[in-house]
């Protein structure tokens, strides 16, 4: 693969082919994110949350990834509605979980050890993906102790979706290549964002709340 | 589906952010929205009243030492900077002797519950950004009778959008069995919408139990968890003036150019505002079936010069949902009584863009067959039909119905030989009965076009009167006669 001459520059004056592979990618996914929030209308945890969750995916492979995220989700959905009902602060509730949440991590590479379930390649994993995916417990339950489990569920399934699209866009090679050869694209990608954040009209999650006024055939305003 | 005309009514959460709440609330106003205790100390100084606050904890210090047995028997804990209803706890009364209250589901919670949950409060746990929060523990709100008789065993409360000093939008929400008692709509409380001329209550929607998305709507039309369900259409909200005036008086005091206020009815004191909010939801709209979008754009710019002269200003350009909302439950329309219409020329059938003047008709049951003066029967095209029946020799007046029948019999043929008279009507007046033209007048009424046939009359009060015949179908709203 040719780079261009700023490309280049860049790697030869201390920057590593992988760090600038991130950070280009950190700037597609930040993009996949406030498109989908501005002009589609899904909420995430925050946008470090699927930023990082794509990242965790590229490293450890969405299939493992995706595995690991259910084990964190459901673990954190067991053991906190055990703990709430235990009086205490809500800070040491969070480190319990926390404690029952490495525990089931560990517990989960042994069974995938011992009987493989499909998974034999687990213990590859960088252990970072592991501990980046494991934070997604403190978003959910932040969202939990304020939303119903509904809302709380909904948002999850929201932030692992973009998350997946982004693993997704990030880990074709002729994107990587693109981008890194054709820097300009992160101006551009500025351009984008500064063109969403202007955006009024409707999301389209609007038109499915609002379907019974859009239908109106009567224009009152008139 | 996503260009049709309602498109351009609705406001979205990206214009709701960029073009009102950015612009029109500064920082210093949202301060005071977003903390209950600052509202309290502003509104207060308006006289406006709030639930009076008993206790406010800043820290587990002043916890330690706060004197359980000043308390009453009923009253509600609340986050200071707390969001969405979140970590509030309503007790509504004391076990006999004990540290003890009953919360509205029948549970009892002990004081060392009661701490731990302020503890939690003071932790910013339900606080805006999660930072250190202070507890507030005040009066609990005792439901208005009328409201009572529709809620779930909780609070029902009154929100008011209001921008530019106009109320622009209103609903009630109501508890549910669902929602827990809580007035939260997505927790499934029930939305009205309520008529901002009248304070009457017009649709109603609850958010699917079942749907993937979080906040889709269902129409409903009575409550569903009472011991006897009632209808929720056509309530009439009490104070509803007052609540008006107290909302932009809300807005005045705050700051706020886009506010909603969330008001509640007190049985004993009234209105009472609960809090204000400087990023209110978009589900009103949908409790209201129409958008806020055009109702913003119409008030923005006007120069209100008083709270009295922004409720006229709402009432005027914003009533009539009830009316709406009468048509779908009746299938019937509602006409003023002195409605505007549309008169289209004679013989301009087939012609792309046909001749037309609006006029205000005047609706009476009183006759039978619809009217029209002769001045603007000339000018709609039936010049030449007035004319050709003035040149018949027909007597001024006749003594009686029968004598006027067997005159027009005689002489049908020469009376209607106008190609635009249709047939000969006879009308009782003061002094006799009198024979008229009767001639076919395509009309737009209530954004429908049809034919009336008109008796082309002598001048009277109004150009137009709509006669029972053509009243079929629709209801009159007889509130603005003398308007």
Same mark, same amino acid.
Not at chain 2, 101 to 107: D, F, Q, T
């Given at each position: 693969?040719?780079?261009?001459?700023?490309?280049?520059?860049?790697?030869?004056?201390?920057?590593?082919?992988?760090?600038?592979?991130?950070?280009?990618?950190?700037?597609?996914?930040?993009?996949?994110?406030?498109?989908?929030?501005?002009?589609?209308?899904?909420?995430?945890?925050g946008i470090y949350a699927p930023i990082i969750l794509a990242i965790s995916y590229s490293y450890s492979g969405l299939r493992y990834g995706l595995v690991v995220t259910a084990v964190v989700i459901v673990t954190t959905l067991i053991s906190y509605s055990i703990i709430k009902k235990i009086r205490m602060h809500y800070i040491t509730r969070i480190a319990i979980n926390y404690c029952l949440l490495s525990i089931t991590l560990v517990l989960l590479f042994l069974v995938v050890h011992r009987y493989g379930l499909g998974l034999e390649n687990m213990s590859q994993i960088p252990s970072l993906a592991v501990i980046s995916i494991a934070a997604l417990s403190d978003f959910f339950i932040k969202q939990y102790v304020r939303k119903s489990l509904k809302i709380t569920t909904l948002i999850l399934l929201s932030t692992i979706l973009i998350a997946t699209i982004g693993w997704y866009v990030i880990t074709r090679q002729y994107v990587s290549d693109f981008m890194l050869s054709n820097l300009w694209i992160v101006p551009v990608l500025i351009l984008v964002n500064l063109l969403i954040g202007q955006f009024k009209g409707l999301r389209i999650k609007d038109f499915l709340r609002f379907k019974s006024i859009l239908s109106d055939k009567e224009d009152d305003s008139k | 589906m996503i260009l049709s005309s309602g498109y351009n009514k609705i406001l979205?959460?990206?214009?709701?952010?960029?073009?009102?709440?950015?612009?029109?609330?500064?920082?210093s106003a949202k301060n005071?929205?977003?903390?209950?205790?600052?509202?309290?100390?502003?509104?207060?100084?308006?006289?406006?009243?709030?639930?009076?606050?008993?206790?406010?904890?800043?820290?587990?210090?002043?916890?330690?030492?706060l004197d359980w047995d000043s308390l009453p028997k009923s009253f509600v804990i609340k986050p200071n900077k707390g969001t969405g209803g979140n970590g509030i706890v309503v007790f509504y009364g004391k076990r006999k002797n004990e540290t003890t209250?009953?919360?509205?589901?029948?549970?009892y919670m002990g004081k060392r519950d009661i701490i731990l949950h302020i503890e939690n409060i003071l932790e910013g746990r339900f606080s805006m950004g999660s930072k250190t929060d202070s507890a507030i523990?005040?009066?609990?709100? $005792?439901?208005?009778?009328?409201? $009572?008789?529709?809620?779930?065993?909780?609070?029902?409360?009154?929100?008011?959008?209001?921008?530019?000093?106009?109320?622009?939008?209103?609903?009630?929400?109501?508890?549910?069995?669902r929602s827990n008692g809580t007035a939260?709509?997505?927790?499934?409380?029930?939305?009205?919408?309520?008529?901002?001329?009248?304070?009457?209550?017009?649709?109603?929607?609850?958010?699917?139990?079942?749907s993937l998305l979080s906040d889709t709507y269902e129409e409903i039309e009575t409550t569903t968890d009472l011991k006897i369900n009632k209808k929720l259409s056509g309530i009439q909200i009490p104070y509803w003036d007052e609540i008006l005036r107290i909302a932009l008086v809300c807005q005045k005091a705050s700051n706020l150019g886009y506010i909603g206020v969330d008001i509640a009815l007190d049985r004993d004191n009234g209105p009472v505002v609960f809090e204000l909010n400087a990023r209110p939801g978009l589900g009103i709209?949908?409790?209201?079936?129409?958008?806020?979008?055009?109702?913003?754009?119409?008030?923005?710019?006007?120069?209100?010069?008083?709270?009295?002269?922004g409720i006229s200003v709402a009432k005027n350009l914003f009533g009539g949902e009830v009316e709406e909302s009468i048509e779908a439950i009746s299938g019937r329309k509602v006409l003023n009584i002195n409605e505007r219409i549309l008169l289209y020329y004679n013989k301009q059938e087939g012609k792309k863009k046909p001749k037309r003047e609006a006029c205000t008709a005047f609706m009476d049951t009183g006759v039978l067959t619809s009217r029209i003066s002769n001045t603007v029967a000339n000018r709609i095209g039936f010049l030449s039909t007035v004319k050709f029946f003035k040149s018949l020799d027909v007597p001024e007046k006749f003594e009686s119905l029968k004598e006027a029948q067997k005159y027009i019999d005689e002489n049908e043929e020469k009376l209607t030989e106008d190609e635009n008279i249709l047939r000969i009507a006879r009308t009782v007046e003061e002094d006799g009965v009198i024979i008229r033209p009767v001639v076919s007048v395509r009309v737009k009424i209530s954004g429908e076009k049809k034919e009336f046939e008109m008796i082309i009359t002598d001048n009277i009060t109004y150009p137009v009167v709509v006669g029972r015949r053509d009243l079929k179908g629709y209801l009159i709203d007889t509130s603005k006669t003398f308007k």
């Open positions: 693969m040719e780079y261009s001459s700023f490309t280049l520059l860049l790697l030869e004056n201390g920057i590593s082919k992988q760090v600038l592979e991130l950070l280009v990618a950190i700037t597609v996914l930040a993009t996949i994110v406030s498109v989908s929030r501005y002009i589609f209308g899904s909420k995430t945890y | 979205g959460l990206n214009r709701r952010n960029q073009e009102y709440v950015r612009p029109y609330n500064s920082p005071i929205a977003d903390n209950k205790i600052l509202t309290k100390k502003v509104l207060a100084k308006k006289s406006i009243k709030t639930p009076e606050v008993y206790k406010v904890i800043r820290n587990k210090e002043q916890l330690r030492f209250w009953i919360r509205p589901s029948g549970e523990i005040e009066e609990r709100v $005792k439901t208005d009778p009328l409201l $009572k008789q529709y809620s779930y065993r909780g609070v029902p409360d009154i929100r008011v959008i209001c921008f530019n000093n106009v109320p622009i939008m209103a609903m009630t929400r109501l508890p549910t069995k939260n709509l997505h927790s499934g409380a029930i939305c009205t919408g309520i008529d901002i001329s009248t304070g009457i209550t017009t649709y109603s929607m609850q958010m699917k139990p079942k709209q949908v409790a209201n079936q129409t958008g806020l979008r055009w109702r913003l754009e119409k008030v923005r710019g006007l120069e209100i010069k008083s709270i009295k002269h």
